[in-house]
Structures are given as structure tokens and as C-alpha cells.
């Protein structure tokens, strides 16, 4: 079964400093989400990555998909108050209609 | 559109209770799921349906059972509630069209004592 690490599982930053959270799979991914949670709330649909070198950018955040397709970086660039949240990576499965997610990433920005 | 609603928001029960979450969506999707959150533990599919008249077995689906009313709706029921299913419950839709995003709701806190 497909595996996701993601790292770190938690992150503690100043406000606008740069940081990166990491997705790594055990299998070839084919189709790569990065999700927002706010603090009990709902997932929210950040961006979607599917091909080998992909690079997607949402205002200050910025997901990469490695050549190999078996990693994925979450880079946010100056990191503001509303970026706190918990951030998911899940992954599609081959041939069924289902993804398989990561533990989360619990960042907190401190001003 | 109201996107995919759930109820209830919050429930405690008892061991051995029974009860059933509500999920609906109004995108006219056609796959639907549940997921239980656990600190770190991520998401962990429990049920989904990819089309109405089919559900299938997630990862971790014992103690649960599911029923796909029509399109629109998806409910989850526990039959005999144990503490272990104390969790954050979150149902979600997708079209599974690219880019195959899925759509989810507000989740639903429960507590097992």
C-alpha cells in the first residue's frame, strides 16, 4: 500500500520567515494535493501536482513535485499569522477513486 | 451552494451507543467519503462510495458501517460506539475529474467515554 511521510510534523516559525514542509511517498506518485486545515475546521483545497518537475504557486505558497515523482515540497515565502494551520499532503492510488494522506504538518507562526 | 454539510458538529456518547452521522453534498458529485483525524495520525479513510450504489472498505473500516442513500447523500454509522472511535469525523466529495480535488465538510467531534 502507498505511504505518505510528511516532515516536519510540527514547525514553530516567525512571522515572515521562509519555511518548507515535506511529502515523501514509497510509490510513484500520480497525483499529489496539499491541503490547509485550520484549527477544527475542515480541509481546504490548496493545490494539485501531477507531473514530474511540476511547480504550482497560490499567492506566498509554493508546491514542487520532484523529477522522480516521489516527493513533494510545500514552500511558503514570508510567513504571515493566517498561514497557521495543519498542512496534509495526500496522494491518489492508482486506478481507484481515493487518496491516501499524510499525518500533518501543525505549523504555528509566531509574530 | 452549501458544499458538503454534516451533522451533527459535536456528539458524546456512551460505550455501546449507537448513532449516525449525516453527510450531504450539493456539487452533484459523484465519489464521497469518510475520514476519521486523530492527532498525529493524519486522515484515515474508513468508507467510500465512488458512485451511488457502491461503497467500499477504506483503511480502517471496523465498527463502521456506511449507507449511500442517493447521489447526494453518504452517512456513517456506528453501531456499538467504543472509546477508540473517539475522533474528528470529516465527509468529503470529489467529481473525479481532474483535478480530482476533494470537496470537504466541517467535520463532526465525537466523544466516546
Known amino acids: 500500500s502507498q505511504e505518505l511521510e510528511q516532515s516536519p510534523q510540527s514547525l514553530i516559525v516567525q512571522e515572515g520567515k521562509n519555511l518548507t514542509i515535506n511529502c515523501t511517498s514509497s510509490?510513484?506518485?500520480?497525483?499529489l494535493y496539499w491541503y490547509k486545515q485550520k484549527y477544527g475546521e475542515g480541509l481546504i483545497f490548496l493545490m494539485m501536482?501531477?507531473?514530474?518537475?511540476e511547480e504550482k504557486s497560490h499567492e506566498k505558497i509554493t508546491a514542487k513535485l520532484d523529477e522522480k515523482k516521489q516527493q513533494s515540497s510545500l514552500h511558503i515565502t514570508a510567513s504571515q499569522p493566517s498561514h497557521a494551520g495543519i498542512y496534509l499532503c495526500?496522494?491518489?492510488?492508482?486506478?481507484?477513486?481515493?487518496?491516501?494522506f499524510g499525518q500533518g504538518t501543525r505549523l504555528t507562526i509566531n509574530p | 451552494n452549501a458544499g458538503v454539510t454534516q451533522t451533527p458538529k459535536f456528539q458524546v456518547l456512551k460505550t455501546g451507543q449507537s448513532m449516525t452521522l449525516q453527510c450531504a453534498q450539493d456539487?452533484?458529485?459523484?465519489?464521497m467519503y469518510w475520514y476519521r483525524q486523530d492527532p498525529g495520525m493524519g486522515l484515515r479513510l474508513i468508507y467510500y462510495?465512488?458512485?451511488?450504489?457502491?461503497?467500499d472498505k477504506g483503511e480502517v473500516p471496523n465498527g463502521y458501517n456506511v449507507s449511500r442513500l442517493n447521489k447526494r447523500e453518504f452517512s456513517l454509522r456506528l453501531e456499538s460506539a467504543a472509546p477508540s472511535q473517539t475522533s474528528v469525523y470529516f465527509c468529503?466529495?470529489?467529481?473525479?475529474?481532474?483535478?480530482?480535488?476533494?470537496?470537504f465538510g466541517p467535520g463532526t467531534r465525537l466523544t466516546v467515554t
Open positions: 462510495s465512488a458512485s451511488e450504489g457502491t461503497t
Open positions: 501536482l501531477q507531473k514530474g518537475g
Open positions: 495526500g496522494a491518489e492510488i492508482q486506478g481507484a477513486q481515493k487518496l491516501v
Open positions: 510509490k510513484t506518485l500520480y497525483g
Open positions: 456539487m452533484n458529485h459523484n465519489s
Open positions: 468529503a466529495s470529489t467529481k473525479w475529474t481532474p483535478p480530482y480535488e476533494q470537496y
